[in-house]
């Protein structure tokens, strides 16, 4: 974060605005954490601000302060159009392209108002006027937490935005194991617990949440999951089927993927997970060292991410991108087995 960018930032924010805040399609802990806590951040300013998700995000996120006025453009899109056309500043948290907005993106690259961009993703795109990029940031939430404080406002940090600050820091540093997790994630941390953020509630109102139909999602994919000690990967699959068996509500396989690095010797864990609403097959990939999954996802899946965190997507059928993926190992076996 430059002087500058900070300096034409508290300049574009120092008489109230129209406000829109717009996390990632299908948020997550990091994006809703960093969109509300910075909603009431600015709100506290004087701001009329409002956060827009692009679709629903799961229920397990349900709970953090401010989610009941929260706005999901998927359920109706004329009037987060009109939201989108009134902003006079446009805040985009946890994504760098207009694209990964999903439907929302056609109207957003026509809106007229100043785009704010925080993100830690690499490559970020050139469509915000004022750009906050820091891929070596273990979160957004870290991000908002530096941008607050770089305005002055640490003081102003409620036990709301506490909560939802450490939210997204905790789940996107794997509960602080992840290799982005420093010193100053934890002293940050520290500093949202003495500011209200309930660490043992928050745990267990993110990953205790379980239900029967679930458990049984769990005990399918652990059921289909493929060891491949060559490559030192492990891979789970997920049919559409499978999914409805089970009941599957978004959200409910999160953190699935995570099981295959639990093996010993494995370093690179993969779910495929089958959408036919979206006719696409939806890819996780995780990893442990110097494997960098976002380079494989780029370069093979139509995806991106981080160098141990990444998504990606694929148009063919479950079956033929798994095979497609088991023919690209081999060309990956060194760097998996260095």
């Not at 954490?33 to 709100?43: D, E, I, N, P, V």
């Not at 509630?201 to 205790?208: G, K, S, V, W």
Request: glycine residues 8%; charged residues 20%.
């Amino acid at each position: 974060m430059t002087k500058a960018d900070i300096a034409s930032l508290s300049e574009l924010l120092a008489d109230p605005k129209k406000i829109l805040i717009i996390p990632h399609k299908n948020p997550d802990g990091d994006a809703m954490g960093s969109t509300l806590a910075l909603c009431h951040y600015l709100r506290g300013q004087g701001h009329k601000a409002r956060v827009m998700a692009p679709n629903e995000y799961p229920k397990f996120l349900k709970w953090l302060p401010g989610n009941d006025q929260v706005l999901v453009y998927d359920r109706n899109p004329e009037a987060g159009n009109r939201y989108i056309r009134e902003a006079a500043v446009i805040f985009t948290l946890d994504f760098n392209d207009l694209d990964r907005a999903h439907t929302m993106s056609p109207m957003l690259k026509e809106a007229t108002g100043t785009f704010v961009m925080v993100d830690h993703h690499e490559e970020p795109k050139d469509y915000a006027q004022i750009t906050f990029s820091d891929p070596k940031k273990g979160s957004t939430c870290e991000m908002v937490y530096d941008l607050i404080c770089a305005l002055g406002g640490q003081a102003r940090i409620t036990s709301d935005m506490a909560q939802c600050l450490y939210t997204g820091i905790m789940t996107d540093s794997g509960s602080f194991r992840f290799p982005s997790t420093t010193g100053t994630t934890h002293r940050i941390v520290a500093d949202l617990i003495d500011r209200g953020a309930d660490n043992s509630a928050i745990h267990q109102r993110i990953y205790d949440t379980n239900n029967p139909s679930r458990l049984q999602l769990l005990g399918k994919a652990l059921n289909n999951m493929v060891i491949l000690p060559e490559f030192r990967t492990a891979y789970i699959t997920l049919s559409q089927e499978e999914l409805d068996s089970a009941n599957y509500k978004k959200g409910d396989t999160e953190g699935f993927v995570n099981y295959g690095l639990s093996l010993k010797n494995i370093i690179f864990a993969v779910i495929f997970i089958e959408n036919t609403e979206e006719g696409i097959i939806k890819i996780s990939f995780r990893s442990q060292g110097d494997f960098e999954v976002n380079q494989f996802s780029k370069h093979h899946f139509s995806g991106g991410g981080h160098m141990n965190a990444a998504g990606g997507r694929s148009s063919a059928s479950l079956e033929d991108t798994v095979s497609r993926f088991l023919d690209l190992l081999p060309q990956y076996q060194d760097k998996l087995n260095a």
